[in-house]
């Protein structure tokens, strides 16, 4: 599996970004319940969920702090994961991460890391 983020750069606050995450070499079942997300690390922080669907349709979840301002979805056809940033602050700037889960994921736990199994390099988000 292979997952390749881009569309990181500088921005100045209260402008858009758009992250693309293209995803290669998986083999999906309709037989199990897949899930990709959006994580971010800002520096001397944590790695942190910030958006996260299941792969083919359904609900989108979000963390609080980007609720209203992010938005994630996917084009199947294309296999790539999508992050439409709006209204940028500098508490977002840091390195996002694709990921991917390749089990069954549950609802409970797809803004945390334990669920994804793939991870791509990252792209760096930089608002001042």
């Known amino acids: 599996v292979q997952l390749v983020e881009s569309g990181g750069g500088s921005v100045q606050a209260g402008g858009s970004l758009r992250l693309a995450c293209a995803q290669s070499?998986?083999?999906?079942?309709?037989?199990?319940?897949?899930?990709m997300g959006w994580f971010r690390q800002a520096p001397g922080k944590e790695r942190e969920g910030v958006a996260a669907?299941?792969?083919?349709?359904?609900?989108?979840y979000y963390a609080d702090s980007v609720k209203g301002r992010f938005t994630i979805s996917q084009d199947n056809d294309k296999n790539t994961l999508y992050l439409q940033m709006n209204n940028l602050t500098p508490e977002d700037t840091g390195v996002y991460y694709c990921?991917?889960?390749?089990?069954?994921?549950?609802?409970?736990?797809?803004?945390?890391?334990?669920?994804?199994?793939?991870w791509g390099q990252g792209t760096q988000v930089t608002v001042s």
């Open positions: 990921a991917l889960g390749g089990g069954y994921c549950y609802t409970s736990r797809l803004l945390t890391e334990i669920e994804y199994t793939d």
């Open positions: 070499g998986y083999s999906y079942s309709t037989e199990r319940r897949y899930c």
């Open positions: 669907v299941y792969i083919g349709g359904g609900s989108a």
